[in-house]
C-alpha cells in the first residue's frame, strides 16, 4: 500500500517538475511542451481511429517478427544445443553474428526489400533470434545428467525425451529468452518504422519532429513508454503462469 | 575419451576446424552465390573486402570512426558513472527507491530510439547531442541492475560492517559496490548493446559524418559494396566491444567466478 502511494507520489513529482521547467522559462514551451498539453493531445489521439491503426500496424509487425524468432530460434537451438558437434561448428559464427548490431542492417534491409512492412520484420527478427536461441542453449545444456541417464535407462523415445526431459528443463530458459525478445522487438518495430518510414507509431513520430510538432513528440514517446510498460508486463505473467510448477516461482509465491 | 589419446598437434588443428569450418564454408557460399546471382545488390567477399580496404582505411578512419567511436566511448562512460552513483544513492535509500521505481520503470520500457527526438528537440543537433542520445539510452539497464544489487547485499555483510564501524565511505568501496558488481556488469552489457544502437541511428538522423551517416549515404547512393563494408565494420565494433568486456567482467568478477565454482565443487 505504502509502496503505491509514494509510487504514485513519484509519478506525480515527476508531471510537476515537468510542468515547471517550461514554465520558469529554462527550456522553451515549443521545445518542451506543458504536460497538460501533451495529455489533451494522447486524450484526442486516443478517441481517433487513424491513430489505433498505427498502432496495430507497429503491434503487427512486433507480433509477426517475435514469433518468427521464437520459432527459428527454437527450433535450430533444440538443434546446436542437443548435439555436441553443431554446438562446436557454430559457436565462432554465433560468437560473431551476435554483436552485430540490428541497425546496421537496416540499410541492407531497405535494398533487398524496399521501403516496406518486410524491412523491418527483417531487422526485427534478426534482433529477436539471438535473445531466444541463446537462452534456448543454455536451457538445452542445462539438462540434469541424472535425469539423462535415468530417461536413457527407462528407454524413453527421442520424442518422449523431448517432452519430458529436455522441455521442461529448457522453459524456463525459453521464457527469459521470449520476455527479452519480446522487448528488444518491440524497439525495432518502432525504430524501423522511424528510420525505413514504413507505417506506424515510429514514423508519426518522425514526422511530427520534421513537422516541429512537439507535442506530439513527447505524447507519442509516452505512448511507446506504456507499450514496453504492457509488453513487459503480459509476458511476466505468461512466464509465471506456464512456471508455476517451477521451484524459482514456487519459492517466490511461499514468500 | 579418444581426445585425450590424440597428439596436441591434432587437438588445435581439430579445434581450428571446427572455428574456422563454419565460417569459412559461409564466405566460399557467399563468393559462389554472388557470382552466379544476377542480384546487383548481392556483391561477393572480395568485392567487400576491397571496397573495407578503399572507404575506411585512410582518412575516413579519422573522419567517420574515430569520433563515433569516442562518442559511444564518452557516452557509455557517461552512463557508468551516473547510473552506478545514481543507483548506488537510491538503493540505499527505501523511501526514495519506493518514490522512484514506477519513474524509472516507465523510462526503461520506452524503446531507447524514440528519444532521439526528444533530446533534438530539447539540444539542438551538436556533437553533445548525439551523447547525450547515447546516454539517455544507456544508463536505464545500469541504473535499475545497480539498484537491484545495492538492495540486495547480503545482510550479514552490512550489520558485520555496522557493528565493525566500517567508516561510509569505505563501506560503500569494499562492501556495497562489490556485493552489486555483478548486477552491474549484466548492466552494462545491456546499456553497451543499446549504445551501439543509439549511436548508429543518431548518425543517421541527425549528422552529416560518423559510420551510421556513412552507411545510410551508401544505401541512398546504391553504393553495395561500400554499404556492405560499413555492416562489416559494425559487426566488427560489435565483436571488439564483447571481447574487451568479456575480459573486463572476468577481471572485475574474478572473485566472483571463484566463488561460485568453490560451492559449486
Do not use: C
Not at chain 2, 579445434?15 to 565460417?23: D, E, R, S, T, V
Not at chain 2, 549484466?186 to 549528422?207: C, D, H, K, N, P
Request: no cysteine; aromatic share 10%; proline share 5%.
Amino acid at each position: 500500500m505504502r509502496r503505491i502511494l509514494l509510487g504514485g507520489a513519484g509519478l506525480l513529482g515527476f508531471v510537476a517538475v515537468w510542468h515547471l521547467v517550461p514554465t520558469l522559462g529554462l527550456v522553451g514551451p515549443e521545445y518542451l511542451p506543458y504536460p497538460a498539453e501533451v495529455f489533451a493531445w494522447l486524450a484526442q489521439e486516443l478517441r481517433d481511429l487513424a491513430f489505433w491503426r498505427r498502432l496495430r500496424l507497429t503491434m503487427t509487425s512486433w507480433a509477426i517478427g517475435l514469433a518468427m524468432a521464437t520459432l527459428a530460434a527454437v527450433v535450430l537451438g533444440t538443434a546446436v544445443g542437443t548435439v555436441p558437434f553443431l554446438r562446436r561448428a557454430t559457436h565462432t559464427t554465433v560468437e560473431f553474428l551476435r554483436p552485430v548490431p540490428s541497425v546496421a542492417l537496416i540499410p541492407l534491409a531497405v535494398l533487398m526489400f524496399g521501403l516496406q512492412m518486410r524491412a523491418a520484420l527483417f531487422i526485427i527478427v534478426y534482433a529477436a533470434f539471438w535473445q531466444v536461441f541463446v537462452q534456448v542453449i543454455y536451457g538445452v545444456a542445462d539438462i540434469d545428467t541424472v535425469a539423462r541417464d535415468t530417461a536413457r535407462s527407462f528407454g524413453l523415445t527421442r520424442r518422449e525425451r523431448l517432452r519430458y526431459l529436455v522441455l521442461p528443463t529448457a522453459l524456463p530458459y525459453l521464457m527469459t529468452g521470449l520476455r527479452l525478445a519480446a522487448a528488444v522487438a518491440l524497439i525495432l518495430a518502432v525504430t524501423a518504422e522511424m528510420v525505413i518510414g514504413n507505417p506506424g507509431l515510429g514514423r508519426s513520430i518522425e514526422l511530427s519532429r520534421s513537422a516541429g510538432d512537439a507535442v506530439g513528440v513527447y505524447g507519442l514517446v509516452v505512448v511507446t513508454g506504456l507499450l514496453g510498460l504492457l509488453v513487459n508486463a503480459m509476458f511476466r505473467f505468461v512466464e509465471r503462469r506456464s512456471l508455476a510448477w517451477h521451484q524459482s516461482v514456487r519459492s517466490e509465491e511461499a514468500r | 575419451m579418444t581426445a585425450a589419446r590424440r597428439s596436441p598437434a591434432t587437438r588445435i588443428a581439430v579445434n581450428a576446424a571446427f572455428a574456422l569450418g563454419l565460417p569459412v564454408l559461409i564466405v566460399v557460399l557467399w563468393g559462389l552465390w554472388s557470382a552466379r546471382s544476377a542480384n546487383r545488390f548481392l556483391v561477393g567477399p572480395l568485392a567487400v573486402l576491397d571496397a573495407f580496404r578503399r572507404t575506411w582505411i585512410g582518412p575516413a578512419f579519422a573522419d567517420d570512426v574515430l569520433p563515433s567511436l569516442s562518442r559511444l566511448a564518452l557516452g557509455l562512460l557517461a552512463s557508468i558513472v551516473l547510473g552506478v552513483a545514481a543507483g548506488v544513492v537510491i538503493g540505499r535509500l527505501r523511501r526514495l527507491r519506493e518514490l522512484l521505481e514506477p519513474l524509472l520503470e516507465f523510462f526503461r520500457a520506452i524503446p531507447p530510439p524514440v528519444l532521439i527526438p526528444v533530446v533534438m528537440l530539447l539540444l539542438g543537433i551538436t556533437g553533445t547531442t548525439k551523447v547525450v542520445i547515447i546516454v539517455s539510452g544507456a544508463i536505464w539497464p545500469i541504473l535499475l541492475n545497480t539498484i537491484d544489487g545495492v538492495r540486495s547485499t547480503d545482510s550479514v555483510m552490512t550489520e558485520t560492517a555496522d557493528s565493525f564501524r566500517i567508516p561510509r565511505w569505505q563501506r560503500l568501496w569494499s562492501v556495497v559496490l562489490p556485493a552489486a558488481s555483478p548486477r552491474i556488469m549484466t548492466g552494462v552489457r545491456q546499456a553497451m548493446s543499446v549504445a551501439l544502437i543509439l549511436m548508429v541511428i543518431s548518425e543517421m538522423f541527425a549528422s552529416s559524418s560518423g559510420l551510421g551517416y556513412r552507411i545510410a549515404y551508401f544505401q541512398r547512393n546504391y553504393l553495395v559494396a561500400e554499404m556492405w563494408s560499413g555492416i562489416l565494420l559494425l559487426g566488427l565494433i560489435g565483436v571488439a566491444l564483447a571481447v574487451v568486456f568479456g575480459l573486463v567482467e572476468r577481471r572485475v568478477l574474478r572473485w566472483y567466478h571463484g566463488m561460485r565454482e568453490a560451492t559449486h565443487a
